[in-house]
């Protein structure tokens, strides 16, 4: 029972006195404290509590160099610098002094370094050299021959790459480059030793005659895809050889290209009417066919970035299904895609019988570079100016390996693993960017 007397004695046991209700009544206030402090450390850290508004945004530089190490460019930047690393390690293991000082390493290991360095610093050098400008020669104008031999070599690259490209923008995979050089080849030759025309309409007529003739054998696979739905890699591989063997049997009979009187399968030399003129006089290699190859570069910008026709081969290339419901013709697509394909790889082989080898028609004329075509097309990300800079890139390596071959005696057959070392990197982007630590686009 409770004591009237004594009030404290009222309360039940238990129950709360009023210091614990002060404490009651406090601790709202102690807990909005403690999350007012929280969250102003969290603020100043910039942790979990840090308000959207209060969070800095990253500089431009900070933006940019994050752009570049998640972009595909710096991917075909490394891969040519791996491939270079790799190559020279293979430069070093062959080069007949670093053998011999390896067997006495442990005793004079400088020995060995020294040649490894002698080695690849020579053979690097002879391909600048061979490049890019040679040193050693007396005048200006000499020891900038080997950029204008570069440029020859890119300029059939630069065409065929473009060509090859074009068709990867549409989901299409355009292999048939050998088939199409030669029978572009074939034609502009025909009309180049066979017709007497005046100069400037005889190169006319010979440029656009082999330009249709490498459309035409290209858009063949394209009909095929577009109307039976024929894998286009197939076709374009069997007609490489269709071409080789038609051209090959034209070469061989007197009545067809043949050189009346000869018995090898290689036609009568190419007219001077026909031949595509040198930029800088006979000194130097160089034709209008560099020329030509850059206006390509520009009408294929163009063509994918400025016209329906892009905005129709961006679809279809992204996805042919959604194209279809937007009311795209894809079919058609594909045909035009490799008509033009056809030809910019039909301007390569023009340039070849026009310009570069204009001693005749022969079986061999493509040099392999309708297959280096699909290589330059790949480093340059089937985009114009990407596949100016990889056609400039092969056609260094192209020029600089046999100035390698002659002044280092170094087997011109390591440019070309260079080159499929710099294929294969590209094909595995995740292992460039383990590599050197790159950050993934989802990264930031």
Do not use: C, W
């Given at each position: 029972m409770s004591d009237p007397q004594n009030p404290e004695a009222a309360r039940p046991t238990g129950a709360s006195g009023d210091l614990d209700a002060d404490v009651a009544i406090e601790e709202p206030d102690a807990v909005s404290s403690e999350q007012q402090t929280a969250a102003d450390a969290a603020r100043t850290t910039g942790g979990p509590g840090t308000a959207a508004a209060d969070v800095p945004p990253p500089s431009r530089w900070h933006t940019m160099l994050h752009q570049i190490a998640t972009g595909n460019a710096i991917i075909s930047v490394l891969a040519v610098v791996l491939a270079l690393l790799v190559g020279a390690i293979m430069i070093a293991f062959t080069d007949e002094r670093v053998q011999e000082t390896a067997g006495y390493f442990f005793a004079r290991p400088t020995d060995m370094l020294r040649a490894i360095w002698d080695s690849v610093a020579g053979a690097y050098t002879a391909l600048f050299q061979g490049a890019i400008y040679n040193?050693?020669?007396?005048?200006?104008?000499?020891?900038?021959?080997?950029?204008?031999?570069?440029?020859?070599?890119?300029?059939?690259?630069?065409?065929?790459?473009?060509?090859?490209?074009?068709?990867?923008?549409?989901?299409?995979?355009?292999?048939?480059?050998?088939g199409q050089m030669l029978i572009a080849a074939s034609v502009a030759g025909w009309i180049g030793f066979g017709f007497d025309l005046p100069w400037g309409l005889h190169m006319l007529v010979a440029l656009i005659g082999g330009l249709v003739g490498g459309a035409l054998w290209a858009g063949i696979a394209g009909l095929l895809?577009?109307?039976?739905?024929?894998?286009?890699?197939?076709?374009?591989i069997m007609l490489?050889?269709?071409?080789?063997?038609?051209?090959?049997?034209?070469?061989?009979?007197?009545?067809?290209?043949?050189?009346?009187?000869?018995?090898?399968?290689?036609?009568?030399?190419?007219?001077?009417?026909?031949?595509?003129?040198?930029?800088?006089?006979?000194?130097?290699?160089?034709?209008?066919?560099?020329?030509?190859?850059?206006?390509?570069v520009a009408v294929v910008w163009w063509i994918l970035n400025r016209s329906s026709l892009g905005f129709r081969i961006r679809a279809v290339g992204e996805n042919p299904a959604a194209a279809r419901s937007a009311g795209i013709d894809v079919g058609r697509t594909y045909i035009v895609v490799m008509l033009i394909s056809g030809g910019l790889v039909g301007l390569a082989g023009v340039n070849q019988v026009l310009g570069t080898v204009t001693s005749g028609i022969t079986?061999?004329?493509?040099?392999?570079?309708?297959?280096?075509?699909?290589t330059v097309a790949l480093l340059g990300r089937s985009k114009p100016l990407g596949i100016l800079a990889a056609g400039l890139l092969f056609g260094a390596f192209k020029a600089g390996g046999f100035a390698m071959q002659a002044s280092e005696n170094i087997p011109v057959d390591i440019v070309l693993v260079v080159q499929s070392l710099i294929v294969l990197f590209i094909a595995a982007p995740p292992l460039i960017r383990a590599i050197f630590r790159l950050p993934t686009r989802e990264a930031q």
């Open positions: 040193f050693r020669r007396d005048t200006f104008l000499a020891g900038i021959r080997p950029l204008t031999e570069t440029l020859t070599f890119a300029t059939p690259l630069i065409a065929g790459g473009l060509g090859v490209a074009l068709a990867f923008r549409v989901g299409m995979f355009n292999i048939g480059g050998r895809k577009a109307r039976t739905g024929a894998h286009e890699v197939i076709v374009t490489n050889y269709v071409a080789f063997y038609l051209v090959f049997y034209a070469l061989s009979e007197q009545n067809l290209l043949q050189a009346p009187g000869s018995a090898n399968p290689k036609s009568l030399p190419m007219k001077e009417s026909v031949v595509l003129p040198k930029l800088f006089g006979d000194r130097y290699n160089l034709h209008l066919g560099f020329l030509l190859a850059l206006i390509a079986v061999d004329l493509d040099a392999s570079i309708g297959f280096d075509a699909i």
